[in-house]
């Protein structure tokens, strides 16, 4: 069964830059669409990103121009750059296929953007 395991989160001031990282076991990582998801306190979990097994990728409207999603095969890894922080990115960041799948999420990896 496959794991995911996100990582690369922290404490940034608004104009900063992240990298997140989330590692998978199992072969069928490099067939799948992988995303990464967001959830804010008081708000629903919410795509970011997403990237086809071949590296096409889709962005949600507030991100678009400031985060990159990105992928390694051969390292069974995804990536999510993130630059010009927002204090509305701040949430907790997680990976999961795309569509995601129930049994997958993890436990995120916490991005705080401060003024």
């Known amino acids: 069964q496959v794991q995911l395991v996100e990582s690369g989160g922290g404490l940034v001031q608004a104009g900063g830059s992240l990298r997140l990282s989330c590692g998978a076991s199992?072969?069928?990582?490099?067939?799948?669409?992988m995303g990464w998801y967001r959830q804010a306190p008081g708000k629903q979990r919410e795509l970011v990103a997403a990237i086809t097994s071949g590296g096409n990728t889709n962005y949600a409207d507030s991100v678009k121009g400031r985060f990159t999603i990105s992928r390694d095969n051969a390292k069974n890894t995804v990536y999510l750059q993130m630059n010009s922080l927002k204090l509305e990115d701040t949430a907790v960041y997680y990976c999961?296929?795309?569509?995601?799948?129930?049994?997958?999420w993890g436990q995120g990896t916490q991005v705080t953007v401060s003024s």
């Open positions: 199992g072969s069928i990582f490099r067939l799948s669409a």
């Open positions: 999961n296929f795309h569509p995601p799948r129930y049994n997958y």
